[in-house]
């Protein structure tokens, strides 16, 4: 059973948080909403830079992994494409610390016209977060807590 899994048994037992029973499913579903309105526009919701993109895209995506299921499996999916690239550019297989760091700096190097660009790229690089472990872990474990209280 790893991190993910006994966050999301922990989090489904809580029971009632401040604003009643809540899932990590649920949570995922909520933070993906606000990602997509973010993006798309909202009065509410401003998601006005790459850096807000990444961030939202990197919580839901480790959100996301923690819940598993439908949502873990298409985030995965997302996360292909980078770790795909970064092992076909290298000759090989950089490590997937170097592939989190390549997929951090593809959200935030660039300027982007589009913020949708950065928001996939910080959805990719919560997977892969969670694949490196280590340093890149520990945003996941206090994420994952943060959650577990919630709920």
Excluded at 3 to 29: E, H, K, N, R, Y
Excluded at 40 to 63: E, Q
């Amino acid at each position: 059973m790893n991190a993910q899994q006994i966050a999301a048994d922990v989090t489904l037992a809580a029971g009632t948080g401040f604003a009643g029973p809540m899932t990590l499913s649920g949570l995922t579903l909520v933070s993906g909403t606000v990602l997509l309105f973010g993006l798309r526009g909202s009065d509410v919701v401003k998601i006005d830079n790459k850096k807000k993109a990444t961030g939202w895209g990197v919580g839901f995506s480790t959100l996301a992994v923690a819940a598993g299921g439908t949502f873990a499996d298409a985030v995965r999916g997302v996360s292909e494409v980078p770790v795909t690239f970064a092992d076909a550019v290298s000759g090989g297989n950089p490590g997937i610390g170097c592939t989190a760091i390549f997929v951090t700096l593809c959200a935030l190097g660039p300027r982007w016209k589009n913020l949708w660009w950065p928001a996939l790229f910080g959805i990719a690089a919560g997977v892969i977060y969670v694949q490196a472990g280590g340093l890149w872990a520990v945003g996941q474990t206090i994420g994952l807590a943060i959650a577990q209280k919630i709920g």
